[in-house]
C-alpha cells in the first residue's frame, strides 16, 4: 500500500499519532503539500463523511477522525501557505442565539478547514449582527448557522432577515442546518441551503462560494 | 388519589405522560434562544398555566421544566448561580399543578457538552453536575426523576447512576434520542436500543425508553425494539413529527388527530408510560390520554 492510502486509512480510523507521523513521512518523501491534502486527508475524510451518512459508523468515530486531521492539517498548513495554494473561499460559522451546542458546527469547521476554506468561527450563542458583522470584516460570501434546539432553531430566520436588511444577499449566501433543520424550514426562512451534515455542507458551501 | 408510580408502571395501565415543555413556551411567546428554564423565574404564571392544562388534559405525569438545569448546561447560559432556583422553582410549580393527581417527574436533560475521550468534559464533572442537579430537585420533591433526551450511552448511565445516590428512593425513568436508519436504531454516537436497555437497566433506571426524535412513525419501530430486548418497563415520548415554520411561527407536522391515532401503534406489551416531546400540546394529550383509557 502506497504511503498516502495508508494515511487515508489511519485517518478514517482515527488514529491521530499514525497520522502525524504518516504525513510528516509524505512531507519528508518530497509529495507535494496539496497532492498530500487531496489524495490522504480529503479523501480519507469524504470516505468518513459518506460512511456517517450511511450510520456504518457515528459521531464518536467522525469526531476521531476530524482530531486526527486537525492534526495532520497543522503541520500541511505551513506549507500550503507557503506554496499559495488559493484559499476555496471564506465562510463564517457559529451556532444560533442562546445554542450552546457545537459538535455538528465544529464538524463542518473541521471539514471546511480540510477542504481548503479559510472559517471564522463565531462560536456558540451568535446573535445576527455579529454573523453579518463578521462577513463584512472578513469579506466572507457564505454564512453557516447550526442550531440543535427546537427552541433555538426559529432564530436562524434572523439571521437570514439581517443578511438582507443590510443588502448582503447578493454578496452573502446562508446555510443553515442542525437536528432539528429540515430542508422545507431552510427554505421558509429564506435560507440559500440546508445540509443535513457536514460533509454535505461542505459540497452545498462549494456551490454557494461559486455563486457570481 | 395518585398511588406509586412503579407499582403502576409495573401492574398497567398505560400512563399518559404529558407532552412538550420548551417548544410549548415558545409558542406562548418564550423568545427563541432564551433558555427556557428562565421562565420558571421570570413567567411562573406561564410555566404554571402549561402544567394546569397537561393535567387537566388527562396527563397522569407533570414533567418538570428544567431540562437544561444542570450546572453545566446552565453555565454554558451563563446561569451557573441559578442551579438551586432553577430547579426547586420548577418542581414547585408542577407539584401545586399536580396535586394528588399526577406525579412531578423532574427533567434531565444532557450536559450539552461532549464527553472525554470525544470531547472536552470529564465524566467526573458531568457527574457531579448531575447529582446537583437531582439533589435540588429530589430535595424540592420530585417524585419521579426522569433523564432524557441522552444521545450518549455512558453520560446517560451516569445521570441514572447519580440519580441513584442522591435521590435513591425515587424512581428513575431514562430515555435516550434514536434514528431509525436503513441499517438499524441507533443513536448519532451509535448506541443501539438493546445496548441501552441493558445499560441503562443495570446502572439502575426502573423505566427505560425513547423520547423527542422523528415523529410518532419512526417511534414505533423504536418502541419495538425496546419491547423486545427491555427487561423493564418502557417509556416513550415522540415528538409531534418535524418542526416546519409558518407564517413565522414554528409548527409541528403531526396534528393532535394524527398523532393520537398513530400512538396506538406505540402500546405494545411492556410500554408502561406513553406521552408527547417537542411540538405535543395539551390537545395531543387530551386525545392520547381517550386514546389509552379506550384500550385499558
Known sequence: MDLLTTLSTNLQEGNDRAVCVLTRQAIAAGLPPAEILDRALLSGMAAVGARFRDREIFLPDVLLAARAMHGAMALLKPLLAAGNVPSAGTVVLGTVSGDIHDIGKNLVAF?????????????????????????????????????????????????????????????????????????AFAREIGADAYASDAPSAVERIRGLVRRP | VIGDFLSRVRGGPTVCGDGAWGSLLMERGLPSGRPPELWTLERPDLVRAIADEYVASGAEVVTTNTFGGSPLR???????????????????????????????????GPSGRLLAPFGDVDPDVAYASFEQQIGVLADAGADIICVETMTDLAEATLAVRAAGTVAPRLPVIAMMTFEVTARGVFTVMGVRVEQAAQALADAGADVVGANCGYGVESMTIVAREFAT????????????GMPQRRDGRLAYSEGPEMFAAAARNLMLPGVALVGGCCGTTPAHIRLLAGQLSASK
Open chain 2, 74 to 108: 446552565l453555565d454554558a447560559h451563563r446561569l451557573a448561580g441559578h442551579v438551586e432556583t432553577v430547579n426547586a422553582s420548577a418542581v414547585k410549580l408542577a407539584r401545586e399543578a399536580a396535586a394528588d393527581r399526577a406525579w412531578v417527574a423532574a427533567s434531565v
Open chain 2, 229 to 240: 430486548h427491555a427487561r423493564t418497563p418502557i417509556a416513550i415520548r415522540p415528538n409531534a
Open chain 1, 111 to 183: 471539514m471546511l478547514q480540510g477542504a481548503g476554506f479559510d472559517v471564522v468561527d463565531l462560536g456558540t450563542d451568535v446573535a445576527p449582527d455579529r454573523f453579518v458583522d463578521a462577513a463584512i470584516d472578513s469579506g466572507a460570501t457564505v454564512i453557516g448557522v447550526s442550531a440543535l434546539l427546537t427552541t433555538t432553531m426559529a432564530g436562524m430566520a434572523g439571521v437570514v432577515d439581517v443578511v438582507r436588511r443590510r443588502g448582503l444577499s447578493a454578496r452573502v449566501a446562508t446555510i443553515v442546518g442542525g437536528a432539528p433543520v429540515t430542508d
